[in-house]
């Protein structure tokens, strides 16, 4: 096998090519904490290779889907039950996305979380060695859900180890457990994803056992591309009807000396100045 993950993980081809080139060929990679991570917050990357035969959206789901909340028809399985059945609709999000690969790498929760166990980006390293892409979708390091944030410091941890020339050249942090809305206007990087509206709510309809278990994440996502296309620019019309905004985290993997809290903490620091500077102008 062309990629060999830890004996936990699962890896899925959906058109079923054999050999490296399965994984090389990947040009758009998500890296998510969970089954359904990448569809909410990357579907920018899924539509980019939609339909093309020259580009192609590889998927990470970090987590093993163990421990979450579950109602109505799931309400008595068990955590097991639970993860295999997300495991499977992840891969169903892949056939449906035309991904050129899905890898579900089944750690646990704690292990994403703790920065002293290499593990997690190990893993990721050889993921990103072996798909090389171009652009990569992460979750955004001011996302209130830890397992995320977690994630996406693994990720920019395993994206640095990686050979200068061989990084990506795009590395974009993504709407979840926050939005972006937030950022300063010339910060947010702009993610149109007007394209496919069936095939956004086709993909985001397989993950029943989160929507049946009482979050309706299918409606809030495209709820938020709806809302960030029209409130994003108060003086002009809508180009787009739906849009995710993305923190732009490449400056992080081009130079190891950045410091990701500061980074982060920087986006922050210049919406209180904007915040500031708007009033102060009309007091
Ligand atoms: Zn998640």
Known sequence: MMLKLNPAARLMIPDRLDGPESIRRTTHL???????????????????????????????????????????????????????????????????????????LGFASSAVRDASQGAVRDELRKVLEASRPEVVYLHNLADKHDTHVGCALRALEAIRLMPKAERPKMVYGCEVWRDLDWLVDNEKTPMPVSRH?????????????????????????????????????????????????????TPLVQDETLDPVEYAAGFIERLKQDVIRRMRQSL
């Open 30 to 104: 998500g890296i998510g904490a969970h089954q359904d991570d990448l569809e909410f917050m990357a579907f920018h990357g899924i539509l980019e290779c939609y339909e093309r035969p020259d580009r192609w959206f590889g998927g990470v789901t970090v987590t093993d889907g163990r421990g979450s909340s579950r109602a109505g028809p799931f309400a008595l399985w068990s955590d097991d039950q639970i993860a295999e059945e997300r495991v499977r609709e992840q891969e169903s999000a892949a056939v449906i996305g035309q991904y050129s690969f899905v890898a579900q």
């Open 197 to 249: 509206p069936v095939l956004a709510q086709t993909i985001n309809a397989v993950f029943a056992t989160q929507i049946a278990g009482g979050k309706r994440y299918d409606l809030a996502v495209l709820g938020r591309r709806a809302a960030n296309a029209t409130f994003g620019n108060p003086h002009a019309t809508d180009q787009e009807t739906s849009m995710q905004w993305a923190m732009n985290l």
